[in-house]
């Protein structure tokens, strides 16, 4: 078993910026990529922004020369760092650890950006 913890949402205005955690235990050899994926209100859960294990990203068009994932293995954590963020990237985002053939989820941060 995988446990991923979330923090770092909250309230934020248009082009503010925010840093989410997610920080990984339990069973976490063997873990290939992580990533964020976000829900909006009657959307479904999309990706955005993945890390592979070797540090190679990819990133949702929408967030893209505005978000930045990154990792720190020897904290078992990965980081999105959040900046000019949009009315449109309100959502609760989710943490992902990918370790076959297994899939962990953390319990999601809101992330709310005003305009």
């Known amino acids: 078993q995988v446990q991923l913890v979330e923090s770092g949402g909250g309230l934020v205005q248009a082009g503010g910026s925010l840093r989410l955690s997610c920080a990984a235990s339990g069973r976490i050899f063997s873990i290939n990529a992580m990533g964020w994926y976000r829900q909006a209100p009657g959307k479904q859960r999309e990706l955005v922004a993945v890390?592979?294990?070797?540090?190679?990203?990819n990133y949702a068009d929408s967030v893209k020369g505005r978000f930045t994932i990154s990792r720190e293995n020897a904290k078992n954590t990965v980081y999105l760092q959040m900046n000019s963020l949009k009315p449109e990237d309100t959502a609760v985002y989710y943490c992902?650890?990918?370790?076959?053939?297994?899939?962990?989820w953390g319990q999601g941060t809101q992330v709310t950006v005003s305009s």
């Open positions: 890390i592979s294990s070797g540090g190679s990203t």
């Open positions: 992902n650890a990918d370790k076959p053939p297994w899939t962990y």
